[in-house]
């Protein structure tokens, strides 16, 4: 009872990103495109999600298989949006479609416009299908999570995940959101590995995948990019400085929430040299640490999403599952 609205939200995932993203697509390329030959976003949205469909989920007795149609399948759906999208552009542009008189209503005749790029879209991709699945075995969206797994792996290990939360970091240091720059690079990753974590868990398995939401916005990022949490406090309760004391002060609550954009800029601790250091290094220390505990003492990863703004000592407890804190209790 509890699973299925997850299932049914998180469980469709890939399946929702096709089309919206052959949506927000269409609408980036409509501005390069003439007035009187634009190509219909919501054509383009129902072609992506068919396209998805043909290409990432396996046919079963009685219906289809839903284990690609979630967060396993996002890298998928990205290209097979990109890929209707340009199909659209190219008919489009080329006026490949079906021609009605003027006196026919503009609906009806958008409606009959649009089916050769819907048509071409899907065919292309059906055929695509059969002679992947013949010569591969299996279907596209499988062997693309088999083919990046060398990645994720990678990704999850020590020097990976240092790369990574330490770019953040070094990002936001010199005045970039860091991760707006770093997370559309790792977030096919971050949803894989969730996904995967909870089917460990459910199975009696041991939930080791590092790279995930929780683990950026509740261990690496503890108060904000930069790990400023104890660092606000410190200023709010420890300074000789009265400014600084406000500022911490000012920012002590927000902090909590995820949100130090008020120390960042107050203090300043961006451009900061004497903050450098421990602004980059914080992070990478916290996610080692975390690493840890999972590697080491077996506790159990994030299995969970929770908002981003969840203060970070609940967003650990609760991401992770409250049950696995027995680790705690046995180490």
């Excluded at 083919?147 to 995940?161: C, I, N, Q, R, V």
């Excluded at 900061?272 to 916290?286: Q, R, T």
């Amino acid at each position: 009872m509890i699973l299925k609205p997850y299932n049914y939200s998180m469980g469709l995932l890939a399946v929702l990103v096709a089309g919206t993203t052959a949506k927000n697509l269409c609408d980036s390329l409509n501005r390069d495109m003439p007035v009187n030959r634009q190509i219909n976003n919501i054509s383009t949205l129902m072609a992506g999600i068919v396209g998805f469909l043909v290409v990432g989920v396996d046919s079963i007795k009685g219906g289809f298989s839903s284990g690609y149609m979630g967060s396993k399948g996002l890298l998928t759906a990205f290209l097979v949006a990109f890929f209707v999208c340009n199909v659209y552009k190219f008919c489009v542009k080329r006026n490949i479609t079906i021609h009605m008189p003027e006196e026919v209503p503009p609906n009806i005749s958008q409606t009959f416009a649009d089916v050769i790029p819907f048509g071409v879209s899907i065919l292309l991709l059906a055929l695509f299908d059969i002679a992947f699945r013949h010569f591969v075995g299996m279907c596209f969206a499988e062997s693309v999570i088999e083919f990046f797994k060398p990645l994720f792996t990678a990704a999850d290990g020590y020097l990976g995940l240092a790369i990574i939360y330490g770019a953040m970091s070094l990002f936001w240091f010199v005045g970039i959101q860091g991760p707006s720059i770093v997370e559309p690079a790792v977030s096919a990753i971050y949803y894989v590995n969730i996904a995967n974590n909870l089917e460990l868990f459910q199975a009696g398995k041991h939930a080791a995948n590092i790279l995930t939401p929780g683990c950026q916005q509740f261990v690496a990022t503890l108060g904000g990019t930069g790990a400023t949490l104890v660092v606000t406090l410190m200023f709010a309760f420890m300074a000789k400085s009265k400014e600084l004391r406000a500022v911490g002060k000012a920012s002590s609550i927000p902090v909590l929430f995820g949100v130090n954009e008020p120390i960042l800029f107050g203090a300043p601790l961006i451009l900061n040299p004497i903050f450098f250091i421990p602004f980059i290094v914080a992070p990478i220390l916290n996610v080692w640490m975390f690493k840890a505990f999972v590697d080491i003492l077996g506790m159990n990863s994030f299995m969970y999403i929770l908002p981003w703004t969840t203060p970070a000592p609940l967003g650990i407890v609760l991401g992770c599952g409250i049950h696995c804190y027995q680790y705690y209790l046995q180490y």
